[in-house]
């Protein structure tokens, strides 16, 4: 079992920057790519970024891309999401997941372990 806590949500103007983080604990040991996933309100989760275990291989979704960086410090066990250039359209409560194996994934659905999620708002 792996447990996954987000932090770094918060209010931020348009254009503005936050920092995600996700803390993992558990068995660790494994290898996971992490992912981060939002959902906006009345709408679908949707696929944000993923890192490799040791971060050589990283993916972005196009809305996110160029404004995003995922990476992963795994001394600390820990995943982050830079968010610059902040839109109001970022808005969204955003999740990290952890994926068992040597593949990464933009399906939510092949993702084994879930954080609770953390409220991004960005307003315009």
């Known amino acids: 079992q792996v447990q996954l806590v987000e932090s770094g949500g918060g209010s931020v103007q348009a254009g503005g920057s936050l920092r995600l983080s996700c803390a993992a604990s558990?068995?660790?040991?494994?290898?996971?790519?992490m992912g981060w996933f939002r959902q906006a309100p009345r709408k679908e989760r949707e696929f944000v970024a993923l890192?490799?275990?040791?971060?050589?291989?990283?993916s972005y979704a196009d809305s996110v891309k160029g404004r995003f960086t995922i990476s992963r410090d795994s001394a600390k066990n820990t995943a982050y999401l830079e968010m610059n250039s902040l839109k109001a359209e970022d808005t969204a409560v955003y999740y990290c997941?952890?994926?068992?194996?040597?593949?990464?994934?933009?399906?939510?659905?092949?993702?084994?372990?879930w954080g609770q999620g953390t409220q991004v708002t960005v307003s315009s």
């Open positions: 997941a952890a994926k068992r194996g040597a593949l990464g994934s933009v399906r939510e659905t092949e993702y084994d372990y």
């Open positions: 558990g068995r660790t040991s494994s290898s996971y790519y």
């Open positions: 890192i490799s275990l040791y971060g050589g291989r990283t």
